[in-house]
């Protein structure tokens, strides 16, 4: 739709009141307007703003009538939004005075008597918990794909035997089933921050007004529970001038996104020639435009590098922050958009990791190989010289380090050495240590609380299940 709300009114200045005798400069409107970001608030903005109206007629502050014909006229106006037709204006400034013009334009006088007992700055704190606390709950959502699908693969990998690194170097036998189910747990953690942030938000600042609170006899509680709050903020210049919920809910996002960039690290790491451990299907695979016989995992590359984005959002805001006095100043209009463009981010990069993983196939063959190398399980050794021999552990470790140089200089495996060799080394070794050396028997013996045991796995996979699905 086209109307007058496209440019500036007569006199600009009528959106301050009367202080101001002239509008802004072009400059000054075009640094000081947030429509084009803060637009996004529409949503919580009319939902807040109703329930506003409501509370004032209650308390018989305004007329019965008029708050119907707000409520009403804001009706109208989310669905002007939803369907396109609504024409934001930069003269307007933000989100608020955009939907109290149409307001105007729509229900006449009635939309002023809106603005009673509140002022902007407790309306876009308002607002603005609001959005963050649905970012919230959508991102739980879609965290708790993200560890479906990790479970489904552990639980068919439950069984695969594979190197476990510390150092980037080949440390213990695990199994595949058992690496990824320490990202389930990792995730996990991160629901639960959100979780943490969410109630801890949970507070309403609407009617705390310009930075004082208000003369008005208004209903704060009833705001606040018609919203979905738990309680109004006990302070009112705490409750404008509060960025913390934001601040967490980019802390949150920034521990989840380096998070999923090990995750994707690992990715790119298994899916090239010197690992292939994995092979992702053409969905999520990008390749050359000049070499023909290249296999890109790009989806997990940028979901790695969009960890950047994230933390450095988180940066920024505290930046920002840092050196505010109490209580509203224009810096805070910089807290939103660094928060949008998190939440449009994670949604992406955890679309794309749970994709990833259904769309992978893993080489179990070439994981089970390499499980093996490295002498991987040269602990199971030293773990039989103590449990047979009786040897203190420190000493077993010295046994076994002996052993590992033997094996070097002959060029072979644990396991390629002979009993006279072991014995050369310490005499009171058998052939049964042999039973420990293989890849798959030493996962099988670690059993112990949040082991690799194929069945501490599938154990796990069904107890996560119902931690996290139900």
Known sequence: MTDDRTKPPADASTIWGGRFAAGPDAVMEAINASIDFDKRLYAQDITASQAHARMLADQGIISAEDAAAIIDGLDTIRTEIEAGTFTFSRALEDIHMNVEARLTELIGDAAGRLHTARSRNDQVATDFRLWVRDALDRLDDDLQALQAALLDQAEVHAGSVMPGFTHLQTAQPVTLGHHLMAYVEMIGRDRS?????????NESPLGAAALAGTSFPIDRAATASALG????????????????????YLAVASILAVHLSRLAEEYVLWCSQQ??????????????????????????ELVRGKAGRVIGALNGLLIVLKGMPMTYGKDMQE?????????????????????MLGDTTFETERMAADAGKGFSTATDLADWLVRVLGMPFRQAHHVTGAIVKLAEDKGCGLEDLSVADLQGVEAGMTDELFAVLGAENSVASRTSLGGTAPENVRAAVAQARKRFLD
């Open 193 to 201: 921050r959100a979780v943490d942030c969410r109630a801890r938000m």
């Open 229 to 248: 709050f738990d309680a109004a903020m006990a302070n009112s210049m705490d409750a404008v001038s509060d960025r913390d919920f934001a601040l967490e």
């Open 275 to 300: 690992f292939a451990y994995a092979r992702l299907g053409d969905a999520f695979s990008t390749g050359s435009s000049i070499m023909p016989q290249k296999r890109n995992p790009d989806a997990a």
């Open 335 to 355: 807290d939103k958009e660094p928060c949008f463009e998190v939440a449009d981010t994670l949604q992406l990069c955890l679309a794309a990791m749970t994709g």
